[in-house]
């Protein structure tokens, strides 16, 4: 237990509580796997097209099943390369000789032939970075959009008052607020579900050249297409040494955005409990606020969940920028910035469930917002200019502007302001001038509903993440 107040991230101490599920994706045990996934996949595609062209013997159901032992690693496994890394001072070289041990005799001088360590690289890192994007961040996404579209649908008529610039504007309902939140974060969950990787392999610096002078006869641009999108991924041929990293780059982008959307709803959720709007309920009967007041339910998730989805859009936003840069055919700055995937995505995951965490315990408070509503009778000063106008009246928004501007008015107040424009303006109550927020809450909560549903219910699909590879 001492161990998990020793890490340098909170990430593996403090949150682990949070983190425990997805660590295993995000580590750098995973990373090496699928760098065997893809080495593995690569020495069996190398030696079927070899096999096809008559130049070497096709596996054997031995070799299959060896080399499909070979797609899950130990923990012993792990060990291995890493004291291998601890020697040669490179990871992939790590990994290759990891599996030349391993293979069948016969296939060991074909480990790694013709390829470059950011041909393995690429695909381990992108297939990562897909899971890490679809089957995490998007879905945890999505689960405060779920959350927030069944408070949105729960309070669609909860009457609020709606400020703009911080000052009283115009009534709305909590559902329709919240309703508007939870349909921007389930797009967003959607459209980074959609994620697909570029992949490439083209050896130094792309042009294949050591496989055209091993076997000149075999057309390793078709076989380098046909591998990588076997594998799921986008084939890219205009590559370095390097794949350009635009696509990543811009899921990264996205990422951050989502993460900066999330934030806008968090401050909101925050505002609504200072103003009175909703109230927090304790998370557990021996929850303490504060060590000096006892009285104090404080929204120390949402706050903390913010301060992480801030951190973690800064994060991913300088990824984004750095990865699209490489000098001449390549350099390993990239490499580098990619190790921290893990990180950004965790602190922002981390972030989205302690948001998550805190919208399980909000409930509208009727009567603060009530209370609030009164005090602003004045609100109404839109619905009376737009009566007055549509009537005939040209001086109607003047006539109401001169009785209500720049001050707020109760009830009593607000009916001796209005009393000579007409009985349709002083019937007017501001609880019942909603529009269609009732309505629109619906919707949005349907919506939002639906799409966080389907993407919590998919799942990427990618060569090197299945271990079905044989």
Known sequence: MADAWEPLSPLDGRYRRLTEDIARDFSEARLHELRVRAEVSYLSALVGRLAAEGLEAPLDEEERRSLAGLLRL???DVEEIRRIEGRTSHDVAAVVEFLRSRVPPRLRRYVHLGLTSEDVNNLAYSALLEVLVKDHFAKEI???ALKLSRISGREACSVILGRTHGQPAVPTTLGRELGVHAL???RFAET???YRPRGKLGGAVGTLAALRLAYPSVDWRRFAREFVESLGFEYDEAVKQILPHDRESVVLYESAAACNAAVDMSVDVWLYLTLGYIRLEKSSPDQIGSSTMP???NPVDLEGGEGML????RGLESMSHRLQESRLQRDISDSAVKRFYGEVYGLAITGLRRVGESL??????REGSLEDLNRHWEVLGEAAQVVLRSKGDDEGYEKVRRRLQG????EGEFAEAVRDLGPEISSLRPERYLGYACEQAAAFSEEAGRIAQGVIGSRPVNGLTDAKLF
């Open 184 to 186: 921007r974060l389930a």
């Open 407 to 410: 001050v707020s008015m109760r």
């Open 310 to 313: 801030r951190f973690a859009a």
């Open 74 to 76: 130990k923990a012993s």
């Open 295 to 297: 009285q104090k339910v």
């Open 360 to 365: 399980d315990h909000i409930r509208y408070f």
């Open 142 to 144: 999505a689960n405060v």
């Open 192 to 194: 980074l579900s959609s």
